[in-house]
């Protein structure tokens, strides 16, 4: 794994970020990777986006990290970000306006980056609703990923509309999102969709984390879309 960039271009200012690569396979030269946006060496060009900023959500959240190892695993680029007025990122706290916003940005600074493969726009809790709001109204985001999706809490209606691929990840014993409202969005959802249910697991996934990645890999290792 090697890491590219530890900042981004903003709407409200520079957001801090961490953007991290697949150890290069075959002798590709990672520099040139880079460069070239090439598909030889990346699978996807993955933003994902971290839980509400105003309750402790950053890029190193616990499940966000480990998604994006697991990510990195199955071969994409992983750009965590952290979104206006959260760590070093310049701004501030904008009631999710400015948030979309700053997940725009990134969706674009990875498809210039990565002009040649596939771009995913992935998300946990608040930024699963991001995430994916953002995934959906942009035809240049393939595929969704959403965990612990607040379905209930937040307007996912674009995102439950939206005939891209959507693949959902939810605790069990979600305190904030229920199960059941989840499996009520579910069903009414486009297709093509899949959820996934983590047995005993919390909002946050404790003692669960690590299932998150081995779901994530699990659901995407051999996914093309």
Request: net charge negative.
């Amino acid at each position: 794994m090697t890491t590219r960039v530890r900042e981004i271009s903003g709407p409200a200012g520079r957001l801090e970020a961490l953007l991290e690569e697949p150890p290069p396979q075959g002798g590709v030269n990672p520099e040139g990777l880079v460069e070239r946006g090439r598909a030889d060496g990346v699978r996807a060009a993955v933003v994902l986006a971290h839980p509400h900023p105003q309750y402790g959500g950053t890029m190193h959240t616990k499940v966000v990290y480990q998604a994006a190892k697991a990510f990195i695993r199955i071969g994409c680029a992983v750009l965590r970000f952290n979104f206006r007025g959260v760590g070093s990122s310049e701004g501030s706290w904008d009631e999710g306006r400015g948030e979309l916003d700053d997940c725009r940005a990134a969706v674009t600074f990875m498809r210039t980056r990565y002009p040649n493969v596939r771009l995913w726009s992935a998300g946990m809790s608040f930024g699963a609703w991001v995430a994916l709001t953002v995934g959906c109204e942009d035809d240049r985001v393939s595929t969704l990923v959403g965990i612990a999706p607040p379905v209930a809490r937040l307007d996912f209606e674009k995102v439950r509309t939206s005939d891209k691929p959507k693949f959902f990840i939810q605790g069990e014993r979600d305190e904030l999102c229920p199960l059941k409202d989840m499996q009520e969005f579910y069903a009414r959802a486009h297709d093509p969709k899949e959820l996934v249910v983590i047995d005993g697991a919390d909002h946050l996934f404790d003692g669960k984390v690590l299932e998150v990645g081995d779901t994530i890999e699990d659901l995407l290792v051999d996914w093309s879309g």
